[in-house]
């Protein structure tokens, strides 16, 4: 990246974007080549350069929220899906470890598979992961389906504080409440729909599709869901479950690329993310997984990790890496069709997008670009 490049990516957002009052906090990037390597010395130094992970983790709990989407039957070019568009194993194995060394009480992996009524460990298994081995990674290993009450007897209101987009609060799994850490670990990629797709926009898998699936009971939660949100969340087809808090303004706009990253900002404004890991050892560039036909797919190697305790923080860098403006308006790639969820999740207080307020440590964007438009 030239200084002219840089000087352009940095600074050629309007003023009207920008929050100055919204916090910032340290974001740690690191290269690493590849999954063979060593992960766990990499992520421990990365924790360590953000303050510690015993000062985030020690005797409590920590949920953490994976990014699986899609079947574990869809495969770009046959190729393993850690290395594509789910989060790969090994990280997720050493995260796992370092947080037990860390004094972690429980860890409890969380998603909401596609289609999955069941237990997250079948589906873990039909991805080709050995579940046993990460249980067997730290003291107090737990699974939870949140796509449906899954182990727990209620569902857990979360509400969006100040001003909401779309929705005034979230009926979520128990998980995301009963829990001291929440953690969004995510693939850096490309999105469809909202053009990138990292810590912030892993978190609209927290929404169930018992409630807010296209197939969710009308009155109440659909316990086996099959479907995915396309009829309540992107469309705005239909409401979710009665059962649960409804839009704001229901059938004011069908849009898509206005209606999930809005409603992504309104989730973490209701549950906060308080550690992002990205995961972009290996990934894909065009779009989020196998299915997607809008644009052509490519296998990338980027060759990072980044990390932050501030999830908008952390995105913004991971935007910038994939050589983009994290900043960038409607009309700008990655935000060609849809709007900036990070600039939306700024306007909810959540944090800056603005690089120049944001401490990088560890290796410099410069660096570390990897750019996603072929």
């Known amino acids: 990246m030239t200084r002219r490049e840089w000087l352009a990516l940095v600074g050629s957002t309007p003023l009207l974007n920008a929050a100055p009052n919204a916090p910032a906090a340290p974001v740690s990037i690191a290269k690493c080549a590849s999954y063979d390597g060593d992960v766990t010395a990499t992520l421990a130094t990365m924790f360590d350069q953000?303050?510690?992970?015993?000062?985030?983790?020690?005797?409590?709990?920590?949920?953490?929220?994976?990014?699986?989407?899609?079947s574990p039957g869809l495969r770009l070019k046959g190729r393993p899906l850690g290395v594509t568009h789910y989060t790969h194993p090994k990280l997720v194995g050493a995260t796992a470890y370092l947080m037990g060394r860390a004094g972690a009480t429980r860890i409890r992996f969380v998603e909401s598979g596609w289609a999955l009524s069941g237990p997250l460990e079948e589906y873990l298994l039909d991805s080709g992961w050995n579940v046993r081995a990460l249980a067997g990674a730290a003291p107090g290993v737990e699974f939870e389906n949140t796509n449906n009450l899954g182990k727990g007897k209620r569902y857990s209101r979360l509400k969006v504080p100040g001003t909401p987009y779309v929705y005034p609060a979230f009926d979520l799994n128990h998980a995301f409440e009963d829990t001291d850490v929440f953690v969004s670990m995510a693939k850096l990629k490309n999105h469809e729909t909202c053009g990138v797709t990292l810590s912030l926009k892993n978190c609209f898998g927290n929404t169930p599709a018992s409630i807010y699936g296209d197939d969710s009971g009308k009155d109440e939660p659909n316990e086996k869901p099959n479907s995915g949100r396309e009829a309540v969340c992107h469309s705005g087809k239909r409401q979710p479950s009665r059962s649960a808090p409804q839009e704001i303004n229901f059938g004011s706009n069908h849009d898509p690329g206005y209606r999930v990253p809005h409603i992504v900002a309104d989730v973490v404004a209701a549950r906060p993310i308080d550690l992002a890991i990205i995961d972009g050892i290996e990934s894909m560039a065009g779009g989020e997984g196998p299915w997607i036909r809008s644009k052509p797919l490519r296998l990338v190697q980027p060759?990072?990790?980044?990390?932050?305790?501030?999830?908008?923080?952390?995105?913004?860098?991971?935007?910038?890496?994939?050589?983009?403006?994290?900043?960038?308006?409607?009309?700008?790639?990655?935000?060609?069709?849809?709007?900036?969820?990070?600039?939306?999740?700024?306007?909810?207080?959540i944090g800056t997008t603005d690089l120049n307020r944001i401490e990088v440590l560890g290796v410099p964007i410069a660096q570390a670009l990897y750019r996603y438009e072929s």
């Open 303 to 349: 060759g990072v990790l980044i990390a932050g305790t501030n999830p908008v923080n952390t995105d913004a860098v991971a935007t910038a890496v994939m050589g983009y403006n994290p900043r960038a308006d409607r009309g700008t790639a990655p935000f060609a069709t849809c709007d900036n969820t990070l600039l939306l999740a700024e306007r909810h207080g």
């Open 50 to 70: 953000l303050g510690g992970l015993e000062r985030i983790v020690k005797g409590k709990t920590v949920t953490v929220k994976l990014n699986l989407t899609g």
